[in-house]
């Protein structure tokens, strides 16, 4: 995935939030990132400082909340957590027709700006 | 403004992308338009199936399309050479097509009495899996020259894919790859994927995919 274009977004999202609040400094952004997004929170990490260069999030703090892939299973009326971004099986009854309910969050969901 | 302040924003990063995906399946469903996303890794025999299927398919489905590379229209000029109406996007450095430079490719792109779209990505097995370019479905392909254990690999793409097309399967005998092991492993991923195994060379296959094919339309 494209980490350092994810990065861009966020920024083009707090930008115009800034100008939005009449805000001149950005001090922190906090995103949600889903274990199931197929996005590498490290790597994001890694390209936001770059990518902030010039903008009003020049020197802010990106705050990463990992969200945990959970499933449901209609079968068992249960939640579990997919092992990974492969398949969301039931564990109790190998069901298939497991919906997935958390886990790929890709979203700037709070930022600290004045 | 006085002091820093919290503000709550609950924006989805990749939504520019989305909604302008959101506008291509509104115009396309005006005229009638049903959109098909072909994805694989370079290679695996994308252009050569569309060319054959535009060339089996003519009088009986009207079908333009685009076509997706960093660089030169090659795969265009093939597809031109079908008779169909067809667009080059390069993308130059990006890796996958999204839905911008589609929505761009379609002003250039005569609507009139199609009704198929063809849309073949660039090849790459991860990134095209998470863009939205505003098509019906994502239609993936793999070869018997790769690894059978390619949906696991890869499980993203085969997981947001509605069918996958096993191409090549006339180099199957020169090769090691275990053809009903690839299904189950597209299964694993994702239980309800469609399947058609052909190859564009011998025909092999080709009815099944056509018949499939012409189910998806309008």
Same mark, same amino acid.
């Given at each position: 995935?494209?980490?350092?274009? @994810?990065? @861009?977004?966020?920024?083009?999202?707090?930008?115009?939030? =800034?100008?939005?609040?009449? =805000?001149?400094?950005?001090?922190?952004?906090?995103?949600? @990132?889903?274990?199931?997004?197929?996005?590498?929170?490290? =790597?994001? =990490?890694?390209?936001?400082?770059?990518?902030?260069?010039?903008?009003?999030?020049?020197?802010?703090?990106?705050?990463?909340?990992?969200?945990?892939?959970?499933?449901?299973?209609?079968?068992?009326?249960?939640?579990?957590?997919?092992?990974?971004?492969?398949?969301?099986?039931?564990?109790?009854?190998?069901?298939?027709?497991?919906? @997935?309910?958390?886990?790929?969050?890709?979203?700037?969901?709070?930022?600290?700006?004045? | 403004?006085?002091?820093?302040? +919290?503000?709550?924003?609950?924006? &989805?990063?990749? !939504?520019?992308?989305?909604?302008?995906?959101?506008?291509?399946?509104?115009?396309?469903?005006?005229?009638?338009?049903?959109?098909?996303?072909?994805?694989?890794?370079?290679?695996?025999?994308?252009?050569?199936?569309?060319?054959?299927?535009?060339?089996?398919?003519?009088?009986?489905?009207?079908?333009?399309?685009?076509?997706?590379?960093?660089?030169? &229209?090659?795969? !265009?000029?093939?597809?031109?050479?079908?008779? !169909?109406?067809?667009?080059?996007?390069?993308?130059?450095?990006?890796?996958?097509?999204?839905?911008?430079?589609?929505?761009?490719?379609?002003?250039?792109?005569?609507? !009139?009495?199609?009704?198929?779209?063809?849309?073949?990505?660039?090849?790459?097995?991860?990134?095209?899996?998470?863009?939205?370019?505003?098509?019906?479905?994502?239609?993936?392909?793999?070869?018997?020259?790769?690894?059978?254990?390619?949906?696991?690999?890869?499980?993203?793409?085969?997981?947001?894919?509605?069918?996958?097309?096993?191409?090549?399967?006339?180099?199957?005998?020169? +090769?090691?790859?275990?053809?009903?092991?690839?299904?189950?492993?597209?299964?694993? +991923?994702?239980?309800?994927?469609?399947?058609?195994?052909?190859?564009?060379?011998?025909?092999?296959?080709?009815?099944?995919?056509?018949?499939?094919?012409?189910?998806?339309?309008?």
């Amino acid at each position: 995935m494209h980490e350092m274009s @994810i990065a @861009i977004g966020i920024i083009d999202i707090v930008e115009a939030s =800034a100008k939005e609040n009449g =805000a001149r400094k950005v001090n922190r952004v906090t995103v949600d @990132i889903g274990e199931l997004s197929g996005v590498e929170a490290d =790597a994001v =990490a890694f390209c936001y400082e770059a990518s902030a260069k010039g903008s009003v999030a020049e020197g802010s703090a990106l705050i990463i909340n990992r969200i945990k892939g959970r499933a449901f299973c209609p079968e068992c009326e249960k939640e579990f957590t997919p092992p990974s971004q492969r398949s969301a099986v039931c564990p109790d009854c190998n069901g298939f027709e497991c919906k @997935i309910i958390a886990g790929e969050e890709l979203q700037v969901t709070q930022m600290e700006m004045e | 403004m006085s002091g820093p302040k +919290v503000v709550t924003i609950k924006k &989805d990063i990749l !939504a520019k992308n989305d909604e302008i995906a959101q506008a291509i399946r509104a115009r396309l469903a005006e005229t009638g338009v049903t959109a098909i996303n072909f994805t694989s890794s370079p290679g695996s025999g994308k252009t050569t199936l569309l060319a054959r299927t535009l060339t089996d398919l003519k009088g009986e489905l009207n079908i333009a399309v685009l076509e997706g590379d960093q660089e030169t &229209d090659n795969d !265009a000029r093939k597809i031109a050479e079908t008779g !169909a109406k067809v667009v080059q996007i390069n993308t130059v450095s990006a890796c996958h097509l999204d839905a911008n430079m589609v929505s761009r490719a379609l002003n250039d792109l005569d609507f !009139a009495g199609t009704d198929m779209l063809f849309i073949e990505n660039v090849g790459n097995l991860v990134c095209p899996a998470s863009y939205d370019l505003g098509e019906k479905m994502k239609v993936a392909l793999l070869s018997v020259t790769e690894g059978d254990d390619k949906p696991l690999k890869y499980p993203k793409m085969f997981r947001v894919a509605g069918a996958m097309i096993i191409t090549k399967t006339d180099l199957a005998p020169h +090769v090691d790859f275990d053809i009903d092991l690839c299904e189950e492993n597209a299964r694993k +991923v994702n239980p309800g994927i469609h399947i058609v195994r052909l190859s564009a060379k011998t025909g092999d296959g080709l009815s099944a995919w056509y018949e499939y094919l012409k189910s998806l339309a309008n």
